[in-house]
């Protein structure tokens, strides 16, 4: 789902650009937030907690709550709500923490 | 109302005042109140590093130091705390970049072995500091020592576990109760009164203050030379673990450890630029510091989000020692000035306090923490400390 009409905000869209999402292929415009383009696609579950392991969805939106922090091309706790959608990017779920030990 | 006649009454809701008021009524003393003008350990004891460590450099210390580690080890038990104290047993690191620090830190692990036989203080060289956290920094650190039995805890559930353990035993912890003034008659006391106008007349009153230490002796009509000094800390998102020890680097004045939730906890001590009055707001300038001088320790952090930062207040004495026990005022006793490395040895020293009072002789002889010292210019020098 993406949101097309918006009484105050307006969307230009860019070029559509692939990248994946635990392997798989997709598509987003460049320069939305990655959240945007995996919530079209259809991917409603973004992270799981630390403790309990239980699915954890888009939340704040506003790089805040934490609800979707991923690994972008090898990076950690990246907050896909305010991170931008570049060509060719490796979106992964991430396990745990954020391991900041693991190569790049 | 509430019963407003005390056997002893301890100013200051810290791991201090709540490890005292523990081993009082342990000991028998039978109406303890406890009076704290905020929540329990919402002073330094909650903004503290919670480090703790043998590896100190005067000989008070170490005796204190080794004694309080043992205690820590067993507090969950002794206390009957099910919630645990997060204490983390695996190491504290202090890293070395001048000559002088490591004839320093030589000095210190030789009286450290001198004084406890069982001490694990070790001095390592870079590369053996490098094997052990291959992710640090050590571009101009000479070597260093490390105790695999030091490490850190969480400051609120220690505190938590004393006033729990107090409270069963009958102390009156009351929170939100700022004494404003204490009562004395011919040189000995004779009462607190707090700002609800509560009157509580005892002849033993205890000031665990912190940075209030010097207003709330003053009270009592005693001077002592105490003053407060801010310090800063960060706060990282929580990562997998990897940081198993706590590092401690007296040239940056750094200091930083990660907790079992995975949170890393930063500090820079700064006495030269931080102020020197009671103020805990937090600063743009000490996040700037500790970023920079993080990354520079862990260039791995850069990309890491801070989520929050906190400030707090050393209570801190010339000589950066604490000033312990009684004072020319009959039945007022200080626990007061300990300069930044007070949490760890909080519970060896309540139970010291709890003698002291109970006239006792302690178990480890604190005279030379008295406040006389500073007239007899007998200053005990802590070089272990930031």
């Not at chain 1, 999402?21 to 579950?45: C, K, N, S, W």
């Not at chain 2, 992710?135 to 850190?152: A, K, M, P, Q, S």
């Not at chain 2, 009592?220 to 680097?249: N, S």
Request: charged content about 25%; glycine content about 10%; hydrophobic content about 40%.
């Amino acid at each position: 789902m993406r949101i097309e009409d918006h009484p105050i905000l307006t969307y230009p869209r860019r070029r559509l650009v692939t990248f994946t999402f635990d392997g798989q292929e997709m598509t987003g415009y460049e320069g939305e937030p990655i959240a945007a383009a995996l919530h079209d696609a259809g991917v409603r579950v973004l992270r799981e907690s630390p403790k309990l392991h239980r699915p954890r969805g888009f939340y704040c939106a506003i790089g805040n709550c934490s609800s979707c922090l991923m690994r972008v091309d090898g990076k950690p706790n990246v907050r896909v709500c305010v991170e931008e959608l570049k060509e060719g990017m490796t979106v992964e779920t991430q396990k745990g923490k954020g391991d900041l030990l693991a190569e790049l | 109302m509430a019963n407003n006649m005390a056997d002893a009454v301890i100013i200051g809701g810290g791991v201090h005042g709540c490890a005292t008021a523990y081993y009082l009524a342990k000991a028998g003393c039978k109406r303890v109140v406890l009076l704290e003008k905020g929540y329990l350990a919402s002073g330094g004891t909650g903004r503290s590093g919670a480090g703790i460590r043998h590896q100190f450099g005067t000989e008070i210390n170490i005796r204190l130091s080794s004694a309080a580690v043992r205690m820590m080890e067993n507090l969950e038990q002794e206390l009957e705390y099910p919630r645990g104290i997060s204490l983390m047993q695996k190491g504290y690191l202090i890293i070395a970049y001048t000559e002088t620090q490591m004839e320093q830190f030589a000095k210190n692990v030789q009286l450290q072995r001198e004084i406890d036989p069982e001490n694990l203080t070790e001095i390592l060289t870079t590369e053996e500091i490098n094997r052990k956290l291959p992710f640090l920094n050590v571009e101009g650190v000479l070597g260093g020592t490390f105790n695999r039995r030091d490490g850190h805890a969480n400051p609120f559930h220690v505190v938590q576990a004393f006033a729990e353990a107090a409270k069963r035993l009958g102390v009156d912890i009351r929170t939100f109760t700022e004494v404003v003034d204490i009562r004395t008659d011919q040189g000995k006391v004779t009462a607190v009164v707090t700002d609800k106008g509560e009157v509580i007349q005892t002849p033993v009153v205890v000031n665990c203050a912190g940075p209030h230490g010097a207003v709330v002796s003053k009270m009592a009509g005693v001077d002592i030379p105490l003053y407060p000094q801010r310090h800063q800390v960060a706060v990282t998102e929580p990562l997998e673990m990897f940081l198993p020890c706590m590092v401690l680097d007296f040239t940056h004045g750094t200091w930083f450890k990660q907790t079992p939730d995975g949170s890393l906890i930063l500090g820079v001590g700064d006495p030269e630029h931080e102020v020197k009055e009671i103020n805990q707001r937090c600063t743009w300038e000490f996040m700037k510091d500790v970023a920079e001088k993080m990354v520079f320790h862990i260039p791995r952090l850069k990309d890491v989000v801070v989520v929050r930062q906190w400030a707090g207040l050393y209570d801190m004495t010339p000589d950066s020692q604490a000033i312990l026990g009684a004072t020319p005022v009959e039945g007022f006793y200080l626990d007061v000035g300990w300069s930044g490395h007070g949490f760890q040895l909080g519970p060896i020293v309540g139970k010291i306090m709890a003698e002291l009072i109970s006239g006792q002789k302690p178990c480890i002889d604190v005279s030379c923490m008295s406040l006389e010292r500073f007239e007899k210019g007998e200053l005990i020098p802590e070089p272990n400390c930031v």
